[in-house]
């Protein structure tokens, strides 16, 4: 029996692939007009909301040799075999399907996060999309889940969604989050609340969501202000908006923009050396994200060197190592007097999304100060 067991994962895990076509040919009420030649179609049911699946790669994507082991290679089976994994799922939506990358998410770019962006403002407006959902590696999902939730304007829903194990594991999580995240974006209900991330039936705003595991199933977390919502099995319950801006109410754009600007994060230590900022700065950053230790903070050496930064015109923003709790200006530091910025409740990583974001156009410290307690 044991055998027989490792013998069809195996198989199954080989086979998942090529079932891409089997589910096209197999799908009688397909609608065939693809817009693109990534684009594919699972069935056209007018009495179900039509959901947009756009595929970045990751874990959800990944498989292993066998169910038992923990190596394995991200951004292997295309989205028509995750699909196929779930038949339920066309009970509850019409799915369309573009592959947008198929990387591990630590081969996420600015470049796929811009076509991401793109694709779906160019597609909010279309009556046949009800809502989006990307699948993506959880390693930096919080950095496209944020920088879409800055650049993205659809009045609805944009759920982004992953899995810890591949697709081949024993007790793959990869299925059952793609079919809530599905049934999240199908939700009129979901709508306005900004970029969602759904996985494990939780229902998270790229706000506040961050990865707390490297390796447990329930990775992500929302601290502090904790989750939008949950979700099981396509039951979806409401607890609240994000009060930060997003969507139509944000003014960023990254409309016509190839490329965002070089934002360096440093982290903070005791005893730490303050030749990486001066570097930093050397090799052309324009932004400095410090992940400092406690409230911001930082040893005088790395000060004096932000502030000399800040002076040369590079916007220094001190953020903290801390998993909770704002860095809040002018408390153990005087930013007034260095010209430095505090991320107030964003960690740095989206600290680093967010200025970015911001310097795509020149702006004053005091607006960009501004940016950092409005999103
Ligand atoms: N490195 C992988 C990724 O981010 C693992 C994380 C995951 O997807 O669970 O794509």
């Not at 179609?41 to 990944?62: D, F, R, Y």
């Not at 934002?263 to 001066?278: E, K, P, R, S």
């Not at 190592?321 to 860095?327: I, Q």
């Not at 430095?340 to 989206?350: E, R, V």
Request: glycine share 8%; net charge positive.
């Amino acid at each position: 029996m044991k055998k027989f067991s490792i013998h069809f994962i195996t198989v199954f895990a080989a086979v998942l692939p090529l079932l891409a076509p089997l589910a096209q040919t197999q799908s009688k009420n397909a609608a065939p007009q693809a817009t693109n030649s990534n684009e594919q179609t699972v069935q056209n049911n007018k009495a179900l909301p039509n959901v947009m699946i756009l595929a970045t790669g990751g874990t959800i994507a990944g498989a292993a040799k066998s169910g038992a082991q923990a190596a394995y290679t991200s951004g292997q089976v295309t989205i028509d075999a995750m699909v196929n994994a779930i038949p339920e799922v066309t009970k509850i939506a019409n799915i369309k399907g573009e592959q947008i990358s198929n990387v591990g998410s630590q081969d996420m770019s600015f470049e796929i996060m811009l076509k991401l962006a793109n694709r779906i403002n160019q597609a909010k407006d279309n009556t046949s999309v009800d809502g989006f959902v990307i699948t993506h590696g959880t390693d930096t999902m919080e950095e496209t889940a944020y920088f879409l939730n800055l650049v993205c304007k659809p009045d609805k829903p944009v759920v982004l969604v992953g899995s810890m194990r591949p697709s081949t594991a024993i007790s793959a999580d990869g299925p059952l989050n793609l079919y809530d995240a599905v049934a999240v974006a199908a939700d009129p209900n979901a709508k306005n609340r900004g970029v969602l991330l759904v996985m494990n039936d939780w229902i998270h705003s790229a706000q506040t969501l961050t990865k707390v595991s490297t390796t447990a199933v329930q990775t992500f977390m929302s601290p502090i202000r904790g989750l939008i919502g949950t979700t099981a099995y396509g039951v979806n319950e409401y607890y609240r908006y994000p009060h930060q801006k997003y969507g139509a109410k944000s003014e960023f754009s990254v409309d016509g923009a190839t490329k965002l600007p070089r934002v360096d994060v440093i982290y903070a230590g005791a005893d730490m050396n303050a030749d990486l900022i001066d570097a930093a700065v050397k090799l052309g950053a324009k932004g400095l994200v410090i992940a400092g230790v406690g409230n911001g903070n930082m040893n005088k050496a790395s000060l004096d060197a932000c502030a000399r930064a800040s002076k040369q015109g590079v916007v220094v923003l001190r953020s903290t190592r801390v998993a909770t709790g704002n860095v809040a200006r002018n408390v153990e530091v005087n930013d007034d007097q260095m010209g430095l910025i505090a991320s107030y409740g964003l960690n740095p990583q989206k600290s680093r999304i967010l200025l970015s974001v911001a310097l795509l156009q020149p702006r004053k410290l005091d607006e960009i100060q501004r940016l950092f307690l409005e999103y």
